[in-house]
């Protein structure tokens, strides 16, 4: 039994929405450009990614208002090859939910499980009509995908702790991974996108359940100080500029997050 020996964010460009789905209702009119990234695991059972990114394409036919920027650069086969690694090469795939800036790059990883909440494969392949746009990218359910349907809280392999943690998405899981050697890191998603919103127990303007949302947000926030772990932001500009990205390693942020287990 070993840990994770590697982590690297893989980069996927930016897009663009307002404050006000951010933070819940409230900076209406202030448009806000957000990275997307994904995150490449070395563990000794395999080589895993938590998440894919956003297609450029389809966002350009789907939802072109959110401005997508992405070169050819960002795009998964591209950051694949920047770390030295194929498509092909990635065992299994978890996808936190499948939001379309979630699952964008599943179809490239052809040789891949692709691990999810059981409710989550239902909700995306038949949404409720508010949530169309965000499932808005179905080429997950590619002729290759190969799906494992999960449930509650589970540890997919040594050291990588799924949390169920609902409300954004109805299967939506944040991801607890151990390194050798060093603190925890609390990749949580979508449950709340920034450091400022996270702090204020804020979750973003699309969701399917607000309450579960809200018990997810102070569940994450449980969590990191039982593990004294290190909570990663997932679409939050200025934290992102701190992130050491691929083909570099990912430690943490460096500093202690707000709920990270210094009190
Ligand atoms: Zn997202």
Redesign the pocket.
């Given at each position: 039994m070993a840990k994770a020996t590697r982590v690297r964010l893989l980069d996927s460009g930016t897009l663009v929405i307002d404050q006000s789905h951010i933070t819940w209702n409230i900076g209406c009119g202030t448009p806000v450009r957000f990275p997307?990234y994904s995150v490449l695991i070395e563990h000794p059972d395999g080589l895993f990614m938590f998440d894919t990114g956003y297609d450029l394409e389809l966002v350009n036919a789907v939802l072109p208002f959110e401005l997508p920027e992405q070169t050819p650069e960002q795009t998964v086969p591209a950051q694949l090859a920047k770390c030295g690694f194929k498509p092909e090469e990635i065992d299994a795939v978890i996808n936190s939910h499948l939001?379309f800036?979630?699952c964008g790059g599943n179809k490239h990883l052809v040789n891949a499980t692709t691990f999810l909440h059981q409710d989550e494969l239902r909700e995306a392949r038949t949404p409720e009509p508010f949530e169309r746009l965000g499932y808005g990218d179905k080429s997950f359910d590619h002729p290759n995908a190969k799906f494992e349907l999960l449930d509650g809280d589970l540890e997919f392999a040594d050291g990588i702790h799924l949390f169920h943690t609902p409300g954004h998405t109805i299967g939506h899981y944040s991801m607890l991974l151990e390194l050798e050697g060093g603190r925890p890191l609390l990749f949580m998603a979508?449950v709340s996108y920034t450091a400022a919103a996270y702090a204020s127990d804020l979750q973003a303007g699309f969701h399917i359940d607000p309450v579960a949302g809200v018990r997810s947000i102070r569940r994450i926030k449980r969590l990191a100080k039982e593990w004294g772990a290190d909570v990663i932001f997932?679409?939050d500009a200025e934290a992102f500029r701190g992130y050491a990205l691929a083909p570099e390693t990912f430690t943490g942020s460096g500093v202690l997050s707000a709920a990270g287990g210094a009190q």
């Open positions: 997307v939001h800036d979630h979508d997932t679409h």
